[in-house]
């Protein structure tokens, strides 16, 4: 059976082969809801390339071998698969040219199931929303880096970069062609940068050069119940690790140009009648506080050589990984609805528009200080529940009640469940940045 998509894209077809070559492809590539991850790999972007995979698929994750049978820069690449789920798998992608500045992307497939024709109606219907989705990103990104201001390559390191935001802002940067590094206690690739906050240890001559270190560690917040001393990991694992790096960056000959670092809209505190942007006051609590030295540690950085943003980051929604993912098994099984009475506002954003307002900050040079890393679309908790349950075609009308919060998470409900702040991305908007998904509709469409 075969299958084929074929789309405009916003660049040229070296650009747009360059981009699938580039490390981090694979990775913006893959569907939110299609777990797969490369187990090994060869190096390079060549004829006879073998990369092994971890796929899901209906009766678990299966291993995948697949080869570059074909290659020609520029132009084309084709990959079989030798080993894995399908009876046979052939995809050639395809860039041909149109202008210096448009290309047309051409996926085909030719593939067979074990199970026969039932099997490869089910595949073809899975395929349509895959390669929709993938032509969006792919499309997505190339517009994204057309439209960066003064854009160059650069050297980035990023604490973090293992995580649920890192690990995709990390992706997008290394399809633009940015040389990324990851700081963390746990070295895994030659890239990568040691350092142990804890122990006020860091590879400080790897930090030399860099031209944008962007700073996300911390301990989760919402992976459990606020014990004292899980507030205490909060706090340190932010505001220790932020200190070590300023500290190091004072240090260095040649500091980078650029620190982004972590913050949240929880520096707004909980304020239901207010608006809040990045001019406003902070506001009162915990989160509050962790946010508040979190950024003052931050911005010691700041001189005449390095521009500092801070990046307070609402609610990202995706499912693989934070408040989308620990809400999608009840509202798959019709059980879910607002928090609370669901009055509470919502600051959320896509983790598009999160790592894209990151990569923007990174070259907008009028960008310094606090930053919303929100949706313009300002929602209440409990709409934000109706459109999830309408996306999942289920009801959303069971409320999880206050007080059953406050037994089973304590402080941690009232902070980051049931507070409430209207934040407005008014930087973000200033600065011309053009948002990828604004609407909670649209996204959920997309991603679900």
Not at 31 to 49: M, T
Not at 202 to 226: C, H, K, M, Q, Y
Not at 333 to 351: A, H, K, R, T, Y
Request: aromatic residues 8%; proline residues 6%; hydrophobic residues 40%.
């Amino acid at each position: 059976m075969r299958f084929e998509k074929r789309s405009e894209m916003p660049a040229s077809s070296q650009e747009l082969f360059d981009w699938h070559a580039r490390p981090g492809a694979f990775e913006r590539l893959t569907p939110p809801w299609q777990g797969a991850e490369i187990i090994s790999e060869d190096p390079g972007f060549s004829e006879g390339k073998e990369v092994k995979l971890k796929v899901s698929t209906p009766i678990g994750k299966r291993p995948w071998l697949a080869r570059h049978t074909s290659c020609i820069a520029g132009e084309e690449f084709t990959d079989e698969q030798i080993a894995g789920p399908f009876k046979s798998w052939k995809h050639r992608h395809q860039f041909r040219y149109i202008d210096d500045q448009k290309s047309e992307l051409i996926d085909s497939i030719d593939f067979e199931m074990p199970v026969g024709s039932l099997g490869e109606t089910i595949a073809r219907r899975q395929l349509e929303k895959m390669f929709d989705y993938r032509h969006w990103v792919t499309a997505r990104d190339l517009r994204l880096k057309a439209s960066l201001p003064n854009f160059k390559p650069l050297k980035i390191a990023i604490t973090g970069g293992n995580g649920f935001l890192g690990a995709q802002l990390s992706a997008l940067l290394k399809t633009q062609g940015h040389d990324v590094s990851v700081v963390t206690r746990s070295k895994r690739r030659d890239s990568d940068i040691r350092w142990d906050p804890a122990k006020g240890e860091i590879e400080l001559p790897r930090l030399e050069g860099l031209d944008a270190v962007i700073n996300l560690a911390g301990e989760n917040l919402t992976s459990g119940r606020w014990s004292d001393e899980r507030k205490k990991r909060i706090y340190n694992s932010r505001i220790d690790g932020t200190k070590l790096l300023v500290d190091a960056f004072l240090q260095l000959d040649e500091p980078p140009e650029v620190f982004l670092s972590g913050s949240a809209s929880g520096y707004y505190g909980h304020h239901p009648e207010k608006e809040f942007d990045e001019t406003s006051s902070a506001g009162e609590g915990f989160l509050a506080e962790v946010c508040q030295d979190w950024e003052a540690a931050a911005l010691r950085a700041e001189s005449a050589r390095t521009r500092v943003c801070l990046l307070r980051t609402g609610i990202v929604i995706d499912p693989r990984g934070g408040a989308l993912q620990k809400m999608l098994p009840a509202f798959r099984f019709g059980l879910g609805g607002p928090l609370g009475n669901g009055e509470q506002w919502f600051p959320w954003v896509s983790i598009e528009d999160w790592i894209g307002g990151v990569a923007w900050l990174l070259f907008a040079q009028k960008a310094k200080g606090p930053v919303n890393l929100v949706s313009p679309q300002a929602l209440q908790q409990k709409e934000f529940a109706k459109e999830l349950g309408s996306a999942l075609s289920r009801p959303a009308v069971f409320p999880a009640p206050k007080v059953a919060l406050r037994l089973a998470l304590g402080e941690m409900a009232d902070e980051a469940l049931l507070a409430s702040a209207k934040v407005q991305p008014k930087a973000l908007e200033r600065l011309d940045y053009d948002f990828a998904t604004p609407r909670l509709s649209d996204l959920l469409s997309r991603i679900l």
